[in-house]
């Protein structure tokens, strides 16, 4: 396949430095992509740049992941209003292996193939330096004229709310730049590739290489995502949306995509899916004709699950999603961890109770209506049982006699209760 062809129908591209087709149409090539190691998860804002990854290898490429060990000592200037924290090398190591496992999932580290993909991680040959041996090597072949005109630079500099720039960040586009050049002197690495909003430090690269090799560098980067509403990609009320399940439940990663508008859909699974051309266009078709239907959700969430947690979290992520539908059972229940279960009924009405009352075991009309108020009266109470309106974790209610205990509490502390088709109640025993 094409690798530039392929981004480009995928709307994956925003600049393209010329020659960067040229490149890779006279064999195999290396590039990279910078991630930064500030946490030990990726969230879904790293993911466009890995998908460019995975469509370089796809295409016979080999993908170089660079894990920002030293710059993330420093901190990236661009798109930021403020210094972040530094991190410790042990705490770096960490959050490499973790994001490399993550990684795994999406290119081939191992295989018996030529293109296998490579993570380094700039910490290993930036920490021989000595200050003065960066600023004499490598300094003095940037002038300060050249990193000032950086728009990165100079929207902290000039910014009215700006507590101005460090030295230490105003440095980063030079260390970044000398990994170009690390990586094309020891791989043979002539692409970089990342966001936009990189280009400044990317194109430094670009230039030191020329400057210090006499070689020629290139360079690409994808938009910066967006929402058709404007809010900012990957970001919920409660934060970002994690790769690891234990920061974000399969059930929360699935409803992400599950819940995207129809213009954002038709965007993002041609981004952040390898379903091809012709099917995403006949997807879009279909979709037209029955936008209620949400097919273009339902399969872009399916494949960034499934590639993401694989397919039995998506699986159950179907299935815990339908227990609000009223299509889900008692043993759907029962398997889901407290974080799911909480995602799932989040918004319900709660009631606490004593645990103590439900170890004695209680009368699930006291239950329901005394101990927790989910029924105003006992007479109400007991009227919905009668009618066969009442559900205890997905199980009819058959009598109003019926005595609850902790055994059938869900995660050994809640039981749902369910009036009707779609009212829920969760009670929580204390």
Not at 360 to 369: K, M, R
Request: glycine share 8%.
């Amino acid at each position: 396949m094409n690798f530039v062809e392929e981004l480009k129908w995928r709307g994956m591209i925003h600049d393209i430095m010329p020659g960067t087709e040229e490149l890779l149409k006279q064999g195999m090539a290396s590039a990279y992509v910078g991630i930064d190691p500030t946490a030990d998860s990726l969230h879904i804002g790293h993911l466009v740049s890995v998908m460019m990854l995975k469509h370089f290898q796809v295409a016979g490429h080999q993908p170089i992941v660079l894990v920002g060990g030293a710059t993330g000592m420093i901190g990236d200037p661009s798109m930021k209003s403020a210094e972040r924290n530094l991190l410790d090398e042990p705490t770096l190591r960490h959050n490499q292996e973790s994001i490399k496992k993550q990684l795994s999932q999406f290119l081939d580290f191992y295989g018996e193939v030529e293109n296998k993909a490579l993570m380094v991680n700039n910490y290993d040959w930036m920490k021989e330096f000595t200050f003065l041996s960066f600023i004499r090597d490598i300094g003095k072949h940037i002038t300060v004229n050249y990193m000032m005109s950086k728009d990165s630079v100079k929207k902290r500099i000039s910014g009215e709310s700006s507590q101005g720039l460090s030295f230490t960040e105003f440095t980063y586009q030079l260390v970044q730049g000398y990994d170009f050049l690390h990586l094309y002197q020891n791989h043979n690495c002539k692409l970089q590739m990342g966001g936009s909003d990189q280009w400044g430090n990317i194109t430094t690269g670009t230039e030191l290489v020329r400057r210090v090799a006499g070689g020629e560098a290139f360079a690409l980067t994808c938009p910066l995502i967006t929402k058709a509403d404007g809010g900012k990609f990957g970001k919920t009320e409660t934060g970002n949306i994690w790769l690891d399940p234990e920061r974000t439940s399969p059930y929360q990663f699935y409803q992400f995509w599950l819940n995207t508008s129809d213009a954002d859909a038709e965007k993002y699974i041609k981004i952040f899916t390898l379903i091809s051309k012709d099917e995403v266009e006949a997807l879009v078709a279909e979709h037209a004709t029955a936008p209620h239907a949400r097919l273009l959700q339902k399969r872009l969430a399916e494949e960034v699950t499934v590639m993401v947690h694989g397919r039995e979290a998506f699986d159950f992520a179907v299935e815990a999603s339908q227990i609000l539908f009223g299509k889900g059972a008692t043993e759907t229940l029962r398997k889901m961890d407290e974080k799911t279960l909480l995602s799932v009924f989040d918004g319900v009405p709660v009631f606490e109770v004593p645990r103590s009352a439900l170890d004695a075991g209680a009368n699930v009309i006291d239950l329901i209506s005394e101990l927790a108020g989910v029924f105003p009266s006992k007479g109400e109470a007991r009227r919905t049982i009668a009618g066969g309106g009442v559900s205890i974790n997905k199980e009819k209610v058959t009598s109003h006699e019926v005595v609850v205990n902790s055994t059938s509490l869900l995660n050994g502390k809640y039981l749902l209760v369910q009036k009707g088709k779609k009212s829920y109640s969760l009670i929580i025993a204390q």
